[in-house]
């Protein structure tokens, strides 16, 4: 590889020499290493055009004699370092320092994102990469990441699909998007992530608050998301894929184009366009589910090892339809639709996307810069600003039928600076600072009363990590943070819901105007929040390695923990948060086990999560309106625990097959109440048989196994209710979880070479093989429909 | 290092300074937030039975002014009902947050295929027929009539569904068991028949 970039690169820079006529000058010199001044010993110097060697000694110095007057260019490599170029302009003896980067690897994963310290060896992480994240191309994000044990997710139908990381989820994660902390009114369980999955090349999965970089308040974990990086030469290259699936009827079409010069410049622009339409469970219509998704990116920069910056913009416009059965009335309604075998409201397919509906537009600007300076480290400064807009439009009547019911617009600015020192390669340090703004609007012309109310959001954070190498085995990471958040609300109350609340005994002097029936209220909160986290990583032999960390983090409670109030149709309840909320925190500890000989790799991840004041929502009584009854669900505050494992198990038998099984448990109690907690993922084991003939066409066929337990561990939530139109008294069942499931798919995939830059790959996916009905426990539409049915896609993905 | 930390510090002053600027602009922006006029709110309705025979009208009436707030509805039936009796009826619902009243059987009526109101008794005390028809020939339930037989207490549920299925099997009937659709108003009225 060294070989073959030092020979590219010093094709690149031939250049004709002049050639005077005294030849007796010498060139002497010294390569040392830019990070930490040490002199390198083992470099070549090279001088093509005469082809003359010289390597570096013990104190990394050179000597070439018998050189002719005028320019030369010298090409100085050495085994671990990026291979740089001279122009020299040799009049007489001459000695010249040249500094060599000695962290090739690194340099590969520099600056496009901020994820440097996620190489740590310390925290959990699983990534996913090229082929594994393109088989998604026409999906979700969470969906990509349900093939990593321990994750799963947590479904609004089928287009919603909320990433949970070791059973937690929405503001306990953070998802990183080119270095960005995406800020997408993530409190709410049908508010998926805003990214287009084709804009990663590579995500990674942290599982725990190991990553204080990225935040203090990711108890469940952080997502992160990297583009492509980019080649350092002068290439004009690209990939397309389109996707076609019989399930929704639905296509799906990405394009990226990039275009790098040798000098570091590049520029990158991608496009995603997907359309569904209503998808469909083994034996009815699920209408009204289909998707509309555009979405847009274009980045520049400037990418050399000293310095360089990015500039990066993205768009996403998703329009995403909602189970028409889903909405509801009142409780009756409700009753009505649980007991019924199958949707109340199933019609021909189509692709039209009617209320219910979600029409959500996200965009992302962000301009980053970095420098290196000598012997010293790297300065990254980074500033973004975000847009999110989301409607939803409920069923409505008269003039207000296409007005949305809910129309927040969310603006976040960020500024984030940091310094790596990474001069010492066994002890580096990374220190940064976060500041933060975010407004949130609420439209009133909704006629609907606010279910998230205005509010301004600061925050502010400090961070600094320690990276250790011990000894050849052990190496150590330290980290604190500090973050420091404020929110100034302003919220109307209705006069009854403030008292029945007892907001009156504790509150009263956040009321600012009184409007007849409603008080104007403006709750300011601010918390003060302290992470730390510590890991240890050891390499027992060759083939065993063990890490443990801990992880203490606190999050303080989102809008909608704070603020909800009101009715949601899609579930028929009546919403509260509690003003009385405080930061929850968790203490983490995990352990790792992993093995790794030349045919089997196995990982057992463990962990206990510890919550104290765990903030979760869960029905408390019904309410009567003018509607009829309706369940409430409020927001409450428990001590929980978590406690899972996951494992991992990869192996290669004979050269054409692998077996691979991943399995996941966890368990949720609430430790206060001694009960179970609600939305626990369920257990699952999934096992594949794949064989693969790299000898032609790299062709791959997986066959895949996919069981899921019931949930039998969930808190009991049933409560009786009067249905007038009936005259009888009828237990809801919101709570009991649905049966084992066991799904069977299939993969297939074939590269074809079409010319020398130019790959084609075919792939072939079935899923839900045996048409099977089913509902999973964490699809909040299961109380309506089944889940998905048989589903044939095709992919063809063309690399040029 | 000398150098370096003054160059850094510079950096991190001047983005700081843009930073609290930026943000002092879009905070100073922030007003205080316009009421909601919640637009499709229903807090009021009102059944109106004239008896056939002359007399006076009985009223019976579901209020909820904080709509979907902790208050229950307050229920108030004028008078009971009398046994062998024919009563002629009209449906109201209305927003009475609004002043005057905004009245919704208006917007029922511009969209009377997509509504329906159904009447349930228990225990028998009286039956209930529908007296209009929307643009399909189905039953809307604003008009209708109501009858009595024998004394008897019971209640009779009034319900007002948005998108029901009105060919489904006895819907036209006044039957709710098949009708599916949302609930826009549902309210239990205690009747006696004496």
């Known amino acids: 590889m060294i070989k073959k970039i030092f020979f590219s690169v010093l094709f690149c820079f031939f250049s004709f020499t002049n050639f005077a006529q005294e030849c007796n000058t010498i060139l002497k010199g010294i390569v040392i290493d830019y990070h930490d001044g040490t002199p390198i010993y083992g470099a070549t110097v090279y001088i093509k055009s005469l082809n003359k060697y010289a390597t570096t000694n013990f104190e990394g110095k050179f000597k070439i004699e018998q050189l002719c007057k005028g320019e030369i260019n010298l090409t100085i490599s050495h085994i671990s370092c990026e291979t740089k170029n001279a122009k020299i302009s040799l009049e007489k003896e001459t000695f010249k320092e040249f500094f060599l980067e000695h962290h090739i690897e690194s340099l590969k994963e520099v600056s496009i994102v901020a994820a440097a310290n996620i190489k740590s060896k310390t925290i959990q992480s699983t990534v996913l990469k090229g082929k594994a994240v393109e088989a998604f191309s026409n999906q979700n994000l969470g969906d990509a990441l349900k093939d990593i044990a321990g994750i799963s997710s947590i479904n609004t139908g089928n287009a919603i699909v909320k990433p949970v990381i070791n059973g937690l989820h929405s503001s306990r994660i953070i998802v990183m998007a080119n270095g960005v902390r995406l800020q997408d009114q993530e409190w709410g369980i049908e508010h998926a992530p805003n990214l287009d999955i084709n804009t990663a090349e590579k995500i990674t999965v942290i599982k725990g608050a190991n990553s204080l970089e990225f935040g203090g308040d990711a108890i469940g974990g952080v997502i992160v998301t990297e583009p492509s990086n980019i080649r350092l030469k002068d290439s004009l290259y690209g990939k397309s894929i389109v996707s076609s699936q019989s399930n929704g009827r639905g296509y799906s079409f990405h394009s990226s184009l990039s275009k790098s010069t040798k000098k570091g410049w590049y520029v990158n622009a991608k496009t995603t366009l997907k359309k569904m339409g209503d998808f469909e469970s083994p034996e009815y219509v699920l209408t009204n589910t289909g998707l509309n998704s555009k979405a847009y990116s274009l980045q520049t920069g400037l990418k050399k090892f000293e310095s360089g910056f990015n500039v990066y913009y993205t768009f996403i416009n998703n329009e995403i339809g909602i189970l028409r059965a889903s909405h509801l009335g009142n409780i009756e309604d409700l009753v009505n639709a649980i007991n019924a075998p199958q949707p109340l409201i199933t019609n021909d397919f189509s692709y039209d996307i009617n209320s219910p509906k979600q029409d959500i537009t996200h965009q992302l600007a962000k301009v980053d810069y970095y420098k290196r300076f000598k012997k010293l480290g790297k300065l990254k400064v980074q500033y973004d600003f975000q847009n999110n807009h989301r409607f939803e439009f409920d069923i409505r009547v008269g003039n207000d039928r296409n007005k949305a019911s809910l129309d927040l617009n969310l603006s976040s600015h960020a500024i984030t600076s940091s310094f790596e020192f990474d001069a010492k390669t066994a002890e580096k340090y990374k220190v940064g600072f976060m500041g933060a703004y975010q407004n949130n609007f609420a439209n009133p012309n909704t006629g609907i009363k606010r279910l998230i109310p205005d509010y301004d959001k600061y925050d502010v954070g400090f961070f600094t990590i320690g990276n250790f190498i011990l000894n050849d085995e052990t190496t150590l990471d330290v980290g604190f943070r500090y973050d420091f958040n404020a929110i100034n609300a302003k919220k109307f109350y209705s006069k009854s819901r403030w008292e029945e609340r007892n907001y009156d005994l504790d509150f009263n002097d956040l009321i600012i105007a009184d409007f007849n029936t409603q008080w104007l209220v403006n709750p300011k909160f601010q918390f003060h929040n302290f992470s730390a986290s510590a890991g240890i990583s050891y390499q027992l032999n060759d083939e065993n390695s063990v890490l443990f960390n801990y992880g203490l983090s606190n999050r303080a409670p989102n809008p909608s923990e704070l603020f909800s109030d009101g009715l949601h149709h899609s579930a028929a309840r009546i919403e509260l948060g509690d003003l009385r909320l405080q930061q929850e925190t968790s203490n983490r500890i995990s352990a790792n086990y992993r093995f790794k000989s030349e045919n089997t790799s196995i990982l057992v991840e463990v962990f206990l999560n ?187 993905k063309l690399k040029y | 290092m000398i150098t370096f930390k003054n160059r850094f510090m510079k950096i991190v002053k001047n983005l700081a300074l843009v930073f609290f600027v930026a943000t002092a602009f879009t905070a100073c922006s922030s007003d205080d937030p316009e009421v909601v006029n919640e637009e499709e709110l229903i807090t009021t309705l009102t059944a109106t039975l004239k008896p056939s025979g002359g007399g006076t009208d009985i009223i019976l009436k579901s209020v909820d002014l904080d709509g979907d707030g902790p208050d229950a509805p307050v229920i108030s039936v004028s008078a009971n009902l009398s046994a062998n009796t024919n009563y002629s009826g009209v449906l109201k619902v209305e927003n009475e947050t609004e002043s005057p009243a905004e009245d919704i059987t208006l917007e029922v009526l511009e969209e009377d295929e997509e509504h329906q109101f159904f009447f349930t008794p228990t225990n028998n005390i009286a039956t209930v027929t529908y007296d209009d028809m929307d643009g399909d020939g189905n039953p809307i339930g604003v008009q209708f009539s109501l009858a009595t037989t024998t004394a008897a207490t019971g209640n009779l549920t009034i319900t007002l569904r948005h998108e029901p299925i009105k060919t489904a099997s006895g819907v036209s009937n006044g039957d709710i068991t098949n009708a599916g659709g949302e609930t826009d108003v549902q309210a239990v009225f205690p009747i006696t028949v004496q």
Not at chain 1, 642 to 667: A, E, P
Not at chain 1, 718 to 732: A, C, G, M, R, W
């Open chain 1, 610 to 796: 510890h919550i104290r004041n765990f903030m979760y929502i869960e029905p408390t009584g019904t309410e009567q309106t003018i509607r009829g009854a309706f369940p409430v669900w409020a927001y409450k505050k428990t001590n929980a625990n978590l406690f899972g494992v996951d494992f991992s198990l990869i192996q290669q038998i004979g050269s054409q097959f692998i077996l691979k099984n991943t399995s996941s448990f966890i368990r949720g109690k609430d430790v206060k109440n001694n009960r179970n907690l609600i939305d626990i993922p369920s257990a699952k084991t999934v096992n594949s048989v794949g064989y693969y003939l790299e000898k032609w066409h790299d062709f791959s066929a997986v066959i895949e196994s996919e069981f899921v337990f019931r949930q039998s561990l969930f808190p009991n939530n049933n409560f009786e209710t009067y249905i007038p139109t009936s005259n009888t008294n009828v237990l809801v069942d919101i709570s009991t979880t649905p049966n084992n499931y066991h799904l069977l798919n299939f993969n297939s995939d074939a590269t074809f070479k079409l010319s020398e830059k130019t790959n084609l790959t075919v792939g072939f996916t079935v899923t839900n093989i045996l048409n099977i009905n089913y509902r999973e426990n964490l699809n909040r539409l299961r109380f309506f429909a089944d889940d998905l049915g048989r589903n044939y896609t095709l992919q063809l």
